[in-house]
């Protein structure tokens, strides 16, 4: 399918939609402002097959505030941020172990017993 035929069925949508009796409550839900949550861009190309306004793009996610959270609860979060996450598992101990795990020394001692 070409990109002019693409664009013939779109302009055809379009015109067809823009015709529709739209609720008050469909059109109120259409142009209304998106949430950071939702598809802003899919959004906006609903409103404009509908023939009505664009919905404006969501404001900024809110930020994190301490006084929104109690102080343990924030300096938990604050911990948590910090502790360094690796793709192979635990972090490394500082002789090159990972914690909890055994030494080779202790394995052939287990196996020898």
């Keep these: 399918m070409t990109t002019r035929t693409v664009s013939l069925h779109v302009k055809a949508v379009r015109a067809a939609g823009s015709t529709l009796s739209l609720t008050p409550a469909v059109i109120a839900e259409t142009t209304r402002r998106s949430t950071?949550?939702?598809?802003?861009?899919?959004?906006v190309r609903i409103a404009r097959t509908l023939g009505l306004p664009d919905p404006q793009a969501p404001g900024k996610a809110p930020v994190l505030?301490?006084?929104?959270?109690?102080?343990?609860?924030?300096?938990?979060?604050?911990?948590?941020?910090?502790?360094?996450?690796?793709?192979?598992?635990?972090?490394?101990a500082s002789d090159g172990e990972q914690e909890g795990e055994a030494t080779e020394d202790e394995c052939r001692a287990d196996r020898d017993v």
Excluded at 36 to 43: S, Y
Excluded at 66 to 88: E, M, Y
């Design 36 to 43: 950071p949550a939702e598809d802003h861009l899919t959004r």
């Design 65 to 92: 505030s301490r006084g929104l959270v109690s102080s343990n609860v924030a300096a938990a979060a604050w911990s948590a941020a910090r502790v360094p996450l690796l793709p192979g598992g635990p972090a490394m």
